[in-house]
């Protein structure tokens, strides 16, 4: 089983930016896809980004496509997300995600392996 510890949240003015960082731990990023997803209250875990295995392919959510940036260095076991011109809806608990290996990487119900969360608030 792996652990996946967040780090990086903070409050920030909006347009702003963070960088969270996601480690991993007992066992590797070995799944097809390692996630970010994240939970604003009262409302749904949303996925935010993936990336494969290999960082070749990544993939976004509308909201937040060309604004964040998600990337991994498997020497380190961590997976990056840099978010850029933040704004007050992307306040939310960010979670890192692993264990896919089939279905859609923006389902949530298809990764296995979660952290913590990191808390992420944007004022305006």
């Known amino acids: 089983q792996v652990q996946l510890v967040e780090s990086g949240g903070g409050l920030v003015q909006a347009g702003g930016s963070l960088r969270l960082s996601c480690a991993a731990s007992?066992?590797?990023?070995?799944?097809?896809?390692t996630g970010w997803f994240r939970q604003a209250p009262g409302k749904e875990r949303e996925f935010v980004a993936a990336?494969?295995?290999?960082?070749?392919?990544?993939y976004y959510a509308d909201s937040v496509k060309g604004r964040f940036t998600i990337s991994r260095d498997n020497a380190k076991n961590t997976v990056d997300l840099q978010m850029n011109s933040l704004k007050p809806e992307d306040t939310a608990r960010y979670y890192c995600?692993?264990?896919?290996?089939?279905?859609?990487?923006?389902?949530?119900?298809?990764?296995?392996?979660w952290g913590q969360g990191t808390q992420v608030t944007v004022s305006s």
């Open positions: 007992g066992r590797t990023f070995s799944s097809d896809y």
């Open positions: 990336i494969s295995r290999s960082g070749g392919s990544r």
């Open positions: 995600a692993t264990g896919f290996y089939s279905g859609a990487y923006y389902d949530r119900s298809r990764y296995d392996s």
